[in-house]
C-alpha cells in the first residue's frame, strides 16, 4: 500500500532533550516536506526537500533540523524542543516536481507536547 | 503570496451538495487552487485542483470564476463520512523552483443526519 508513516504517534517531551520524528515514504516521491498545524494557523511548512541531499528551509524554520541521506526517508530533528513547538506535525511526499499535476501524500501525523 | 478565505463551519444536509466557498483575491495567474480535506486530525487529503477551469472528478466538481478571484468546491451529495475540514489552497512558486501550499484556515463541514 502506497502511504506516508511517521513515528512516533504521539511524544511528550521536556523543554531540551534532543529528539526525532522519522518520516517514511514508500512510494519512491522525490519531494518530501514536513509541516506543523496549530490552531488558529492552518498547516506551515517547516522544511521541504527536492531530492536526496537537497533541504531548504519553509516558512516556520527556527528550531528544527531536517536531513534527507535516503530517498524514502526525511526525519525531522529538534535539538532543543521547547513548549512553543508543542503541535501536530505532519510529514508529506509527492512526486517529482515541477508538474502540475502533483499532488501531496500526508502522513498520519505525530502530536508532540513539550513540557 | 496569495492568501484564501474560508467560511469557519458550514453545516449540509445528507444527501444534497455541500458548497465550499473560498475566497482568493489575491492570486496571481499561474497560481493553482487545491482544496484537501481533514478528517479528525488525521493527515490532509487531496481532494481537486484547478486553475482555469472548472475541474470534477470522482469526489467532488471545483468552479472557479473567470476572474479567478474565488472558487466553490462542491460535494455532490454529501455524506456523513464527508464531515471533515476543508482546507482552500493556493499553490505559489518559489524561486528554487520548487511550490509552497499556502494554507487556509479551513472550514469545518458538518454533514447532518
Known amino acids: 500500500e502506497a502511504q506516508v508513516t511517521q513515528n512516533p504517534r504521539y511524544l511528550i517531551t521536556v523543554t531540551g532533550k534532543k529528539l526525532t520524528v522519522t518520516c517514511s515514504q514508500n512510494?519512491?516521491?522525490?519531494?518530501m516536506s514536513w509541516y506543523r498545524q496549530d490552531p488558529g494557523l492552518g498547516l506551515r511548512q517547516i522544511y521541504y526537500?527536492?531530492?536526496?541531499?537537497?533541504?531548504d528551509k519553509g516558512d516556520v524554520p527556527e528550531g528544527y533540523k531536517v536531513s534527507r541521506k535516503e530517498k524514502r526517508n526525511f526525519p525531522l530533528i529538534l535539538e532543543s524542543p521547547s513548549p512553543n513547538q508543542t503541535s501536530l506535525y505532519f510529514c508529506?511526499?509527492?512526486?517529482?516536481?515541477?508538474?502540475?499535476?502533483?499532488?501531496?501524500?500526508f502522513g498520519p501525523g505525530t502530536r508532540l507536547l513539550v513540557l | 503570496d496569495a492568501k484564501t478565505t474560508q467560511p469557519t463551519s458550514m453545516d449540509c444536509a445528507e444527501g444534497r451538495a455541500a458548497n465550499l466557498p473560498c475566497n482568493h483575491s489575491?492570486?496571481?495567474?499561474?497560481?493553482?487552487v487545491y482544496w484537501y480535506r481533514q478528517i479528525h486530525s488525521q493527515g490532509p487529503q487531496y481532494i481537486i485542483h484547478?486553475?482555469?477551469n472548472n475541474e470534477t472528478n470522482e469526489m467532488a466538481s471545483l468552479i472557479i470564476t473567470e476572474d479567478r478571484k474565488s472558487s466553490t468546491l462542491i460535494l455532490p451529495h454529501a455524506t456523513l463520512r464527508d464531515t471533515a475540514v476543508y482546507y482552500c489552497?493556493?499553490?505559489?512558486?518559489?524561486?528554487?523552483?520548487?511550490?509552497?501550499?499556502?494554507f487556509g484556515t479551513g472550514t469545518r463541514l458538518k454533514v447532518l443526519a
Open positions: 489575491t492570486i496571481s495567474g499561474n497560481e493553482y
Open positions: 526537500s527536492m531530492n536526496v541531499e537537497v533541504t
Open positions: 512510494m519512491n516521491h522525490e519531494y
Open positions: 508529506a511526499s509527492s512526486p517529482t516536481l515541477p508538474s502540475v499535476r502533483e499532488t501531496q501524500y
Open positions: 484547478g486553475l482555469k
Open positions: 489552497i493556493v499553490r505559489v512558486a518559489r524561486t528554487s523552483g520548487t511550490y509552497k501550499y499556502i
